[in-house]
């Protein structure tokens, strides 16, 4: 009994010091009266990515010391952060907007980003109330009926300089409104071992990922084996359910398009021998006449016909195809001219059709996929195990969430290099990097590179890091119809208050281009130069001072207060 | 009447294995969070999010969806994945023998050092090296394993070069069979590290198992006889004391082995070995409900088959438990 | 105060002092840190010091943003043992609680309460405690009750059994016979006896809670408003650069290595001491 009583008494002292040494400090901070509400900051974890991590955390920083503001970051898993900020359920956060070759087309980027249908779009509105819907991503439920006006125009008209002229004049109001401040464009910095490939082909936005580096670079040796390593794993391989940027840049090697975007970001015949677009019976300039190259072979030996086209828009039309309906149901008619020729009707003149449609929509093989759609309940959900296409690559074999095996086509029109192509899944930055270094690997794909591996990286012999130019930028959100964000000074102020070059030379030490408009100066033919005048420099006293005089003030803590 | 303690054990463990299977499904489903959310990024319509949420069937109510769910398995039919577009089956089955056989190795090292160094233990007792060998058994089930992951993985992977960096065969290494998937010298070079992580990790269980075990027999009368008949103390306690303490190891084992099965996220994020754990927590992120469902229950049914071993094992290998379930 | 310290072996009353130790970290750490934790420092020219190693100026070094480590590592301390210890509070609340309803009244209490404890043994620690973050939201007090909430299987096992035959004393019998309430049987009388058991998983769940939280901070669950020593090394192999800035990583690694084994120490010194003949199957399974 002494015994148990030594050991209670000891219990006892144990527990007091150590409850002692661990009071939390429970934060109490409730709204009290006019006081600007803590704001959830929305973030993905850190292992997502270190640079927003970092970059949030000195502009919440920033923002609380100089303006008085509570921003309090909320930590999300990525597919959750897109979630919350589609259904409108968060106050800001930030999100980077990968460079894909689609986004390159500021119709296509505007519709999907910055396009609301209906005042207070987003807010308590049901989507599906509002006429028209609105852009899938539009986040900030940003809604400028003169924007919208000048969106549909410009997305009917074929002129360049036309279309730069409207573009232009939508930038400048996107950077005045505010409805997201951009922070900069990261270049694509992507890591890449030299020992067996040389003469790598970078594109803007898409670095060593592009399907063109894949079949253009070029072998030292005799290893033509190219083995690529990416974090993000492969979503599915059924060319209509493809979602992810990543899904994308498998399928673009094993399926082929009438059109690819070229090195340069513009879209290119490639399937189509000959397109143009001519005037219809929907009105001028509705009718877009296609010819296929006459060598087009699907893996199993099968021609590439017009009929197959017209298969795989039927298909997407009628299956509701994810990615590509909303596009598909822009063509009202497609009919067969000859055995490789094909005529698509539109309901309306649409500029981005090839950018944005016929760059996108693989083609299916119709002798395979007439009988997926006849067999199957779900064709959509159709795993296609054994994937048939007319791409550069033919499908080897796939370890789901480790490795992706492709070979060369050798029946392909267009020179490829490497005689296989391996496609690791990595679970961290670190570990892949190490891989590049220790010649497992041999390029890096998909996201960019963290800056201090980068940075580590410098001066290690048979490592090379390869820094592009990037239309794919990094922005901070807001839900501009709610307040505080509702009010144009306060987003003024918050501007004044960003320490853009701050963040830039933190997280991003030379590898990251100054951007503050969503067409970053890497998206070359579409960026409006004259934002940067337009844009606010960093100025606490200003912001401050535009506060003041809103009729904003600060309590005896310091913290900002709604005007009166 | 041991046929009858049998059947009860049965009826038992195939109830718990029911409601963890309806536990399971609804704890997901309880998740706040749209699965659809991971077709968002490539900009959808409401339309087509509809669509997506009839194909996958969740436009039914809870327990029709339960209901079907409950059907399709006992046709091993796991349903298709939301976010990989495959049956669910064709990921998890290869990622289960994956994290089956880092187990049992894991578990053979864990056994090897603990039996090993429980003896050492039990022969050096009352010397400093006992002390020191009970301070490595704590320490090691108190180093969490991420930090001996990354400095194995830093030391012997990333600045030796002895090992590879993670992974599970050879970059490229395609295997027309499961035979020759699972043996192969590749494999074993890939698995050594990793495994011996996890070994490490769990090797205080039966060291600490085997150490009792033993010392508990140490006065045992028939060792008395064996000294009597003139066998040497080691032998002794080797032969006879060691043998006996092997029982309970075997037991402990099972039942290890079985919360093991899932507790390797950490060693498969360190050196992405394509496992259950890491896959479970990637499909929770996504919200891939068939995904998740299907790897909590194959670790569940793992477990539950591991402690209805153990409890076997122990019926069998201790024969005064044999007299009590008889009664 | 003495005699309590001899009712321990020598590893228990190390494992003690390191507590302790831990403890006045937790208590003084934030008063001793020499730097803001989350201070980006930079050096008389205004450059930001990324990851320089351990110098007079900072002892263990900087992270990649230039924060002190040294200051973080005594920050990290008081979050670290806010969650072990009322995670295990809460775990051996339950686990003996649920013991002692099962084993004082048997029969169908007995058995919803055991199979609810075979579920919770089905159902895999870490990955369960994943599905539960994500379920709520990463907040210390997330951690604290899931942790709590799962492993109290354990305890609940061996209590059950340590009342079943306790049931069986005559002590025991003779309070029953004489009419006592059921809640007075099993909270003055039986529970006094499992005290000395309770304060056993106290530490035994200190050392599972530890590492149940280190474990998920490390992938990615910790708390952003608390960072731990787990979030420490998570940030380091976030960034990229266990290769080189060892510093960053290292001292927060012993640090979770240490305060665990302490609290085992302790543990198994308690094991001892209260019951020598109480062999479980094995510490910590």
Redesign the interface.
């Known amino acids: 009994m002494l015994r148990q009583v030594k050991i209670i008494l000891l219990a006892v002292l144990v527990l007091f010091t150590l409850t002692l040494g661990g009071t939390a400090a429970l934060a109490t901070g409730s709204a009290q009266g006019q006081r600007v509400p803590t704001q959830n900051f929305l973030t993905d974890p850190q292992g997502y990515s270190v640079a927003f991590w970092e970059s949030s955390q000195i502009a919440m920083d920033t923002w609380n010391k100089e303006l008085g503001t509570d921003f309090k970051r909320q930590v999300e898993e990525h597919d959750q952060v897109i979630r919350k900020m589609f259904e409108g359920d968060y106050d800001c956060g930030i999100l980077f907007i990968m460079g894909s070759p689609v986004r390159l087309d500021p119709g296509f980027l505007f519709n999907t980003f910055f396009y609301g249908s209906c005042p207070g779009f987003y807010n308590r509105i049901p989507r599906n109330q509002c006429a028209g819907g609105g852009g899938a991503l539009n986040f900030p439920g940003y809604f400028n009926p003169e924007f919208n006006r000048l969106l549909k125009a410009q997305d009917r008209i074929f002129d360049y300089a036309e279309r730069k002229k409207i573009t232009d004049r939508m930038v400048e109001m996107l950077v005045q409104d505010r409805p997201a401040l951009v922070l900069f464009s990261p270049y694509v910095v992507h890591l890449m071992n030299t020992k067996r490939w040389k003469n790598e082909r970078g594109m803007p936005g898409e670095g060593l990922g592009s399907a063109w580096n894949v079949m253009g670079i070029e072998p030292t040796g005799d290893d033509k084996a190219l083995r690529v390593g990416s974090t993000y794993a492969v979503p599915s391989i059924n060319p209509m359910a493809v979602r992810r940027t990543q899904g994308y840049r498998v399928m673009d090697l094993i399926y082929d398009t009438l059109f690819r975007v070229d090195l340069e970001g513009k879209a290119e015949k490639w399937m189509a021998q000959e397109a143009k677009v001519t005037d219809g019976p929907n009105g001028p300039k509705t009718a877009v006449e296609i010819t296929l190259r006459p060598d087009l072979k699907f893996h199993d030996g099968q021609s590439v016909t017009a009929d197959d086209v017209l298969f795989t828009i039927d298909f997407a039309r009628k299956f509701k195809a994810p990615d590509l309906y909303n596009y598909v149901k822009r063509v009202v008619k497609a009919e067969k001219t000859g055995d490789l020729s094909l005529t698509l009707h539109l309901s309306e003149p649409w500029s981005g059709v090839f950018h944005v449609l016929l760059s996108k929509m693989y083609i299916l093989p119709e002798h395979i996929w007439s009988q997926v759609a006849q067999k199957e309940k779900e064709p959509i959900l159709w795993p296609n195990p054994k994937p048939v296409g007319s791409g550069p690559f033919k499908f080897v074999s796939w370890d789901k969430g480790a490795q992706l095996v492709m070979d060369k086509n050798p029946a392909y029109f267009a020179p490829v290099n490497p005689d296989r192509l391996i496609r690791v899944k990595f679970e961290s930055m670190e570990t892949l990097a190490a891989a590049v270094e220790k010649d497992e690997i041999d390029l890096q794909w998909g996201e960019p590179m963290n800056a201090a591996i980068v940075e580590r990286m410098k001066g290690k012999a048979g490592v090379k890091a390869i820094k592009l130019p990037n239309h794919g930028f990094a922005m901070f959100t807001f839900r501009c119809v709610k307040a505080p964000y509702n009010d144009p000074t306060f987003m003024e102020a918050l501007e004044y208050c960003l320490p853009r070059d701050l963040i830039m030379d933190r997280v991003y030490p030379g590898i990251a281009q100054k951007a503050v408009s969503p067409i970053p100066p890497g998206n070359k033919a579409w960026h409006n130069p004259r934002v940067f005048d337009l844009a606010k420099p960093y100025d606490p006293d200003k912001a401050r001072e535009i506060l003041k005089r809103a009729g904003y003030t600060w309590d005896e803590q310091g913290r900002l207060c709604f005007p009166k | 009447m041991t046929t009858r303690f049998l059947l009860a054990r049965t009826g038992?463990m195939l109830?718990?294995?029911v409601?963890?299977l309806a536990?399971?499904f609804f704890?997901?489903r309880?998740?706040?969070?749209?699965p659809t959310?991971?077709?968002?990024?490539?900009?959808?319509?409401?339309?087509?999010q509809d669509?997506?949420k009839r194909?996958w069937g969740l436009d039914q109510s809870l327990l029709l969806q339960f209901w079907s769910y409950a059907k399709n398995l006992t046709r091993l039919d796991f349903g298709?994945s939301f976010?990989?577009?495959?049956?669910v089956g064709?990921?998890v089955l290869?990622?289960f023998w994956n994290t089956i056989i880092f187990m049992l190795l894991a578990m053979l090292w864990a056994n090897l050092f603990g039996v090993a160094l429980g003896v050492l233990s039990v022969i050096r007792r009352q010397r400093p090296l006992e002390?020191w060998l009970?301070?490595l058994g704590?320490?090691a089930?108190?180093?969490?394993?991420?930090?001996t992951g990354?400095i194995f993985?830093?030391v012997f992977a990333?600045h030796l070069?002895w090992f590879?960096?993670?992974?599970?065969?050879r970059?490229?290494a395609?295997y027309a069979t499961w035979w020759q998937r699972y043996f192969n010298l590749d494999l074993l070079h890939h698995l050594f590290l990793p495994t011996l992580v996890a070994g490490i990790f769990y090797f205080?269980?039966?060291f600490?198992?085997m150490r009792?075990?033993m010392l508990?027999h140490l006065h045992d009368d028939h060792l008395l006889l064996a000294r009597a008949k003139g066998a040497s103390p080691l032998m002794v306690l080797l032969k006879h004391v060691a043998r006996n303490a092997l029982n309970?190891v075997i037991?402990?084992t099972a039942?290890?082995l079985g919360?093991a099965?899932?507790?390797q996220?950490?060693v498969?994020?360190?050196f992405?070995w394509?496992g259950l754990?890491?896959?479970?927590?990637?499909s929770?992120?996504?919200?891939d409900y068939p995904m998740?469902q299907a790897?909590?229950f194959l670790?569940?049914l793992t477990?539950?088959a591991m402690?209805y071993l153990a409890d076997l094992a122990y019926l069998f290998l201790d024969p005064r438990l044999r007299y009590e379930a008889q009664q | 105060m003495k005699a309590a310290l001899a009712g321990l072996n020598r590893l228990g009353r190390i494992g003690l002092g390191i507590l302790v130790l831990f403890g006045l970290m937790a208590l003084a750490g934030p008063a001793l840190a020499p730097y803001d934790p989350r201070a980006t420092q930079v050096d008389a020219q205004g450059k930001m010091i990324s990851l320089s190693p351990p110098t007079w100026r900072h002892p263990l070094g900087t992270t990649w943003q230039g924060r002190d480590v040294l200051s973080q590592v005594l920050h990290g301390a008081r979050p670290t043992l806010v969650v072990g210890l009322s995670a295990a509070l809460i775990l051996a609340f339950v686990g003996v609680n649920v013991g002692l309803w099962s084993g004082y009244f048997g029969g169908w209490v007995d058995l919803v309460l055991m199979r609810a404890v075979d579920i919770l043994y089905g159902l895999p620690f870490l990955p369960l405690m994943v599905v539960v973050m994500s379920l709520l939201a990463r907040e210390q007090k997330y951690v604290i009750l899931g942790i709590g909430l799962v492993a109290w299987r354990d305890v609940a096992r061996v209590v059950r059994a340590q009342v079943l035959s306790l049931r069986e004393e005559a002590y025991i019998k003779a309070v029953r016979s004489v009419g006592a309430g059921h809640l007075r049987v099993i909270y003055l009388h039986l529970f006094p006896n499992l005290l000395p058991l309770a304060l056993l998983f106290l530490a035994f769940g200190l050392v599972w809670s530890i590492l149940g939280h280190a474990d998920l901070s490390f992938l990615g669950f910790g708390d952003p408003a608390h960072p731990t020593w787990g979030d420490m090394v998570s940030s380091a192999w976030a960034a990229g650069v266990m290769t080189e800035a060892y510093w960053w990583y290292l001292a927060p690694s012993v640090c979770i290595a240490a305060v665990s084994t302490g609290a085992f120490f302790l543990a198994c010194a308690l094991e001892e001491a209260v019951d020598p003949r109480l062999r479980r199957r094995g510490p910590g399974a």
């Open positions: 038992v109830l718990t294995a409601a963890l536990i399971q704890l997901f309880l998740m706040p969070g749209d959310a991971s077709v968002l990024a490539g900009g959808m319509s409401p339309e087509i669509e997506l194909l298709v976010y990989r577009n495959v049956p064709e990921v290869p990622r002390g009970i301070v704590s320490a089930r108190a180093t969490p394993l991420f930090v990354m993985l830093l990333y070069g590879p960096l993670g992974g599970m065969h970059v490229g395609v205080t269980t039966p600490f198992v009792t075990a508990e309970p037991t402990t039942l290890s919360f099965v899932g507790g996220v950490v498969e994020t360190i992405h394509p754990g890491s896959e479970l927590v990637f929770t992120f996504r919200r998740v790897i909590f670790i569940s477990v539950i402690n």
